[in-house]
């Protein structure tokens, strides 16, 4: 089943390496990321592949998504659901939240949240 995703990583389990963005492991690590997501994703031009979907939180657990995360994601899915991309950018922007307070974090979507809407569109 195809859903929206959080970040690519190779990392399992909980927490995260502190590397630092010169580290050789995390360079490589990051570079094979994107090459894999743009493999999987063959319509977004690497400069347009969101920053958020190739890092990671502290905990590693983060389950939420920037709205440019979800949206580069929206004609592979479209495609292999079968589903228009109008209905998917239309659930993108329903589930999309506003920053805490409006004033704290920024604009996200919840991707277990979004899933599940995806998954009731079938």
Do not use: C, H, W
């Not at 899915?77 to 950018?89: C, D, F, Q, T």
């Amino acid at each position: 089943m195809v859903v929206f995703l959080p970040l690519i990583t190779t990392q399992t389990g909980s927490g995260t390496p502190n590397y630092s963005p010169s580290n050789k492991e995390m360079i490589e690590r990051t570079l094979n990321d994107i090459e894999e997501f743009l493999n999987e994703n063959p319509t977004v031009d690497k400069a347009d592949v969101p920053s958020d979907l190739m890092t990671n939180s502290a905990s590693g657990l983060d389950p939420n998504v920037s709205p440019q995360g979800a949206i580069v994601q929206v004609p592979r899915i479209a495609n292999e659901r079968g589903l228009s991309e109008k209905s998917l950018y239309n659930l993108v922007d329903e589930y999309t939240e506003s920053r805490s307070f409006g004033l704290f974090g920024e604009p996200r979507i919840n991707v277990l949240k979004l899933n599940i809407a995806l998954d009731e569109l079938e």
